[in-house]
C-alpha cells in the first residue's frame, strides 16, 4: 500500500524568499503525485501532478516539483513567495484509478 | 469548468441524529469518493465508489456510514447516528475512466459537519 512522508509541518519563510516543501512516498508500483494547497477555511486545490514523463512538474502561482523515483521523493519548491501563498499544502499519491493518500500536510507560514 | 458540488455547506446536528451530505460529482466520472478532515488534521480518505457500489473503505467508514448513488447524478454520505467525533469537513471527489482519466481526483469545496 502506498504512503506519503511530509517531513515538516510547518516551515516559515520570509516574502520573496526561496521555499522547499519535502514529500516523501512509498508504494510498490507506478504512482501518480499530487501536491494540493487548503487556503485558510476553503477546500483542496491541485497545484500540480506528476503523471509520466519529464520529472519537472509545473504547476499554478509559480510552483513547481521534481520526481525522483531513486529517492521516491516529490518535493515542492518556490523561488519566491507571496503573503498570499499562506496556506496548508498536502502531498498525495495515488495509482491509476485509486484512492488518493494524502500526507499530513505542511502549513507555510510567509514572515513579512 | 465542470466541478465537484457539495451541499450543504455547513451542516449544524445533535448527536445521534442522521445526517446525509449530497455532492453532485462531474457529469461522466465514474470514481466517487468521500474524504473527511478533522480540524487541523490531515485529509482520511473514507470510501471509494464505482459501477454502483462500494470498491474500498477505510476503517473509519464503519457500520454508522453508508454511501449511495440514487439517481445517476448525486451521490451521497450517510451518517446514521453522528458522534462528536464525526464532527470534520467531508469531501467529495470525482474522477473519469479510459479517455477522461486525468489521473487526478476533482474535490469538492467540502461540507462542514459540526455534532454538538
Known amino acids: 500500500a502506498q504512503s506519503v512522508t511530509q517531513l515538516d509541518s510547518q516551515v516559515p519563510v520570509f516574502e520573496e524568499a526561496p521555499v522547499e516543501l519535502r514529500c516523501n512516498y512509498s508504494?510498490?508500483?507506478?504512482?501518480?503525485l499530487f501536491w494540493y494547497v487548503q487556503y485558510p477555511n476553503q477546500g483542496l486545490q491541485l497545484l500540480l501532478k506528476?503523471?509520466?514523463?519529464?520529472?519537472l512538474v509545473k504547476g499554478i502561482n509559480g510552483f513547481e516539483a521534481e520526481f525522483n523515483k531513486s529517492q521516491t521523493s516529490f518535493h515542492l519548491r518556490k523561488p519566491s513567495v507571496h503573503i498570499s501563498d499562506t496556506a496548508e499544502y498536502f502531498c498525495?499519491?495515488?495509482?491509476?484509478?485509486?484512492?488518493?493518500?494524502f500526507g499530513k500536510g505542511t502549513r507555510l507560514h510567509i514572515l513579512p | 469548468e465542470p466541478e465537484v458540488t457539495q451541499t450543504p455547506s455547513h451542516q449544524v446536528t445533535q448527536m445521534g441524529q442522521e445526517v446525509i451530505l449530497r455532492c453532485v460529482p462531474i457529469?461522466?466520472?465514474?470514481?466517487f469518493y468521500w474524504y473527511r478532515q478533522i480540524l487541523g488534521q490531515k485529509v482520511e480518505f473514507l470510501v471509494s465508489?464505482?459501477?454502483?457500489?462500494?470498491?474500498?473503505k477505510s476503517e473509519i467508514f464503519d457500520d454508522q456510514f453508508s454511501v449511495e448513488r440514487p439517481d445517476g447524478s448525486n451521490f451521497t454520505l450517510k451518517i446514521r447516528s453522528t458522534k462528536l467525533e464525526d464532527s470534520a469537513m467531508y469531501f467529495c471527489?470525482?474522477?473519469?475512466?479510459?479517455?477522461?482519466?486525468?489521473?487526478?481526483?476533482?474535490f469538492g469545496e467540502g461540507s462542514r459537519l459540526t455534532v454538538l
Open positions: 465508489f464505482y459501477n454502483n457500489e462500494i470498491s474500498e
Open positions: 508504494s510498490s508500483v507506478s504512482v501518480y
Open positions: 498525495a499519491v495515488s495509482e491509476v484509478n485509486d484512492k488518493i493518500i
Open positions: 506528476y503523471l509520466s514523463g519529464s520529472t
Open positions: 471527489a470525482s474522477s473519469g475512466a479510459g479517455a477522461l482519466n486525468t489521473g487526478e481526483l476533482f
Open positions: 457529469s461522466n466520472h465514474l470514481y
